[in-house]
């Protein structure tokens, strides 16, 4: 599904990238890998998507369309993505392992725009962007 790939991508770049934040200075690029670890909200197009950032190159995402049954009901359809992420400058590339009620490519790249600590601004290679921010 093009929308879920999108989503995810944007999702993802927005996460790994975040500027402007309302916590202060922007993250240093020679910092991005440390300071994407970690779990991160953000909405790209009709879904919304939750990802996790692992210590050790792994991530899990949660994607789940948004609507009224979905949001006042809690009974909108999720799906899980698994997979690996590597970030070289400003770029984050997503390979996908597995995914679960989600049609995705293997890959997905997508570009960090802005990044603080608790926030990220990426756009994906679509051109649709999106933020993400950091889940305490």
């Known amino acids: 599904m093009r929308t879920s790939t999108l989503c995810l991508a944007g999702m993802l770049l927005a996460w790994a990238l975040a500027g402007c934040s309302r916590d202060g200075a922007p993250v240093a690029e020679a910092d991005y890998p440390?300071?994407?670890?970690?779990?991160?909200?953000?909405?790209?197009?009709?879904?919304?998507?939750?990802?996790?950032?692992?210590a050790d190159g792994g991530f899990?995402?949660?994607?789940?369309?948004?609507?009224?049954?979905?949001?006042?009901?809690?009974?909108?359809?999720?799906?899980?993505i698994r997979g690996n992420w590597a970030i070289s400058g400003r770029?984050?590339?997503?390979?996908?392992?597995?995914?679960?009620?989600v049609r995705l490519l293997n890959s997905i790249t997508s570009t960090i725009e802005a990044f603080t600590?608790?926030?990220?601004?990426?756009k994906s290679s679509a051109g649709d962007t999106a933020t993400f921010v950091r889940l305490l």
């Open 34 to 54: 440390s300071s994407i670890v970690g779990d991160w909200q953000g909405t790209v197009g009709d879904e919304r998507e939750t990802i996790s950032f692992h």
């Open 60 to 80: 899990t995402s949660q994607v789940r369309r948004r609507g009224f049954i979905s949001d006042t009901l809690g009974q909108g359809v999720t799906g899980s």
């Open 91 to 101: 770029k984050v590339t997503f390979t996908i392992n597995s995914s679960e009620d």
């Open 117 to 122: 600590p608790n926030e990220i601004v990426v």
